[in-house]
């Protein structure tokens, strides 16, 4: 099966699969205590310019939020989301059921936040009755597609710091705003003033697991408790780290962000001139939001398995990967057209 479902969906680039091999010979201390895990948190701070770094390897995306929430937050305090933010909506409560925390989600137009929109929730600090505002959090790239440019970061964490509040950054898709902005990491994180960030790479090549990057020293001391607690502490550590040292060391991270950011493009140039579709979002990662009649999308779903997005107006997402083809795409868009011009 080819689909446009989710990058989850793709397999594992080979070269992870080879570093995956290499590192399952002999034995290793469990826990991370191991050289591969040494080695690929050397990776990320030379990647960050900051020897002085402390990443932890988690399973999922979802682990890697709630362990890197639970660094900046006791239960009393409130975080500020999108509305369409994954913490929000597809992790089934976890960040509020595992912080204590409130989430207060903010409506987007196109999955942003931005200093306007934050401003009007940012109340009622030191009132007993109110949840404390603590952490704005921000997806990277958002849900709906888009990327954070370096200064709406910025400008977001000079706002809640202002406030006494941390910037938190989903960056399970980070890779692909490198790649579109043209920026390092590092000029999209740290200088930006990024409190803590996560850094994905299970939609991005490997076969699992996420890094949680603190750069901020109090938001480090306790995440090998909290990673613990949330039951993302592998044994056999060296695993999910050995990805990650040809994934950063090679470039992989972006290079398959480049890949699927490409991908995403040439998807919306094919389907972009299809009678009656209605492109929702600016394509500036790997996926593309549209609109067409609900027969022709019941039709394309009877080949192609992708997701609904708003089933209020028939608006779908298409994902585009590392291994997506351009076969992928030129057979996708042309039966497309077929079931248009069938309509």
Same mark, same amino acid.
């Given at each position: 099966?080819?689909?446009?479902?989710?990058?989850?969906?793709?397999?594992?680039? &080979?070269?992870?699969? $080879?570093?995956?091999?290499?590192?399952? %010979?002999?034995?290793?201390?469990?826990?991370?205590? =191991?050289?591969?895990?040494?080695?690929?948190?050397?990776?990320?701070?030379?990647?960050?310019?900051?020897?002085?770094? %402390?990443?932890?390897?988690?399973?999922?995306?979802?682990?890697?939020?709630?362990?890197?929430? $639970?660094?900046?937050? @006791?239960?009393?305090?409130?975080?500020?989301?999108?509305?369409?933010?994954?913490?929000?909506?597809?992790?089934?409560?976890?960040?509020?059921?595992?912080?204590?925390?409130?989430?207060?989600? !903010?409506?987007?137009?196109?999955?942003?936040?931005?200093?306007?929109?934050?401003? &009007?929730?940012?109340?009622?600090?030191?009132?007993? @009755?109110?949840?404390?505002?603590?952490? !704005?959090?921000?997806? $990277?790239?958002?849900?709906?597609? #888009?990327?954070?440019?370096?200064?709406?970061?910025?400008?977001?964490?000079?706002?809640?710091?202002?406030?006494?509040?941390?910037?938190?950054?989903?960056?399970?898709?980070?890779?692909?705003?490198?790649?579109?902005?043209?920026?390092? /990491?590092?000029?999209?994180?740290?200088?930006?003033?990024?409190?803590?960030?996560?850094?994905?790479?299970?939609?991005?090549?490997?076969? *699992?697991?996420?890094?949680?990057?603190?750069? %901020?020293?109090?938001?480090?001391?306790?995440?090998?408790?909290?990673?613990?607690?949330? #039951?993302? /502490?592998?044994?056999?550590?060296? *695993?999910?780290?050995?990805?990650?040292?040809?994934?950063?060391?090679?470039?992989?991270?972006?290079?398959?962000?480049?890949?699927?950011?490409?991908?995403?493009?040439?998807?919306?140039?094919?389907?972009?001139?299809?009678?009656?579709?209605?492109?929702?979002?600016?394509?500036?990662?790997?996926?593309? *939001?549209?609109?067409?009649?609900?027969?022709?999308?019941?039709?394309?779903?009877?080949?192609?398995?992708?997701?609904?997005? =708003?089933?209020?107006?028939?608006?779908? %997402?298409?994902?585009?990967?590392?291994?997506? #083809?351009?076969?992928?795409?030129?057979?996708?868009?042309?039966?497309?057209?077929?079931?248009?011009?069938? =309509?």
């Amino acid at each position: 099966m080819r689909s446009f479902g989710s990058d989850n969906n793709s397999g594992v680039h &080979p070269r992870i699969l $080879q570093a995956l091999a290499e590192a399952n %010979r002999d034995h290793a201390i469990a826990y991370g205590d =191991d050289l591969w895990t040494q080695e690929a948190q050397k990776a990320i701070c030379r990647l960050l310019e900051d020897g002085e770094l %402390r990443p932890s390897f988690l399973f999922n995306g979802t682990g890697a939020n709630v362990v890197a929430l $639970q660094a900046c937050l @006791h239960p009393f305090h409130a975080v500020l989301c999108a509305s369409t933010a994954h913490i929000a909506v597809d992790e089934c409560g976890a960040p509020g059921k595992l912080t204590g925390a409130s989430l207060k989600e !903010i409506a987007t137009p196109d999955g942003k936040l931005t200093p306007e929109l934050v401003r &009007p929730h940012l109340h009622g600090f030191g009132f007993e @009755h109110h949840s404390q505002p603590k952490v !704005i959090a921000i997806s $990277q790239t958002t849900e709906l597609g #888009t990327c954070y440019t370096p200064g709406e970061v910025k400008a977001l964490a000079e706002l809640a710091h202002a406030h006494n509040m941390f910037l938190f950054v989903d960056g399970t898709r980070i890779a692909n705003a490198c790649a579109y902005l043209n920026v390092s /990491l590092k000029e999209i994180t740290v200088d930006c003033g990024v409190d803590i960030f996560t850094l994905g790479g299970t939609k991005n090549g490997l076969m *699992f697991g996420e890094a949680v990057v603190p750069l %901020r020293k109090e938001l480090s001391g306790n995440m090998k408790y909290y990673r613990k607690q949330t #039951t993302q /502490l592998y044994s056999k550590m060296r *695993f999910i780290s050995a990805q990650f040292i040809p994934y950063i060391n090679e470039h992989l991270w972006l290079e398959n962000a480049r890949k699927s950011n490409a991908a995403a493009k040439l998807l919306w140039k094919e389907i972009r001139s299809v009678k009656g579709v209605e492109i929702t979002q600016p394509v500036e990662s790997n996926a593309l *939001f549209f609109i067409l009649p609900k027969e022709i999308t019941d039709k394309l779903r009877e080949r192609y398995f992708f997701y609904d997005w =708003d089933e209020s107006r028939n608006e779908k %997402r298409l994902v585009c990967s590392w291994d997506t #083809t351009e076969d992928d795409i030129r057979n996708f868009t042309g039966y497309l057209k077929s079931l248009v011009a069938e =309509d």
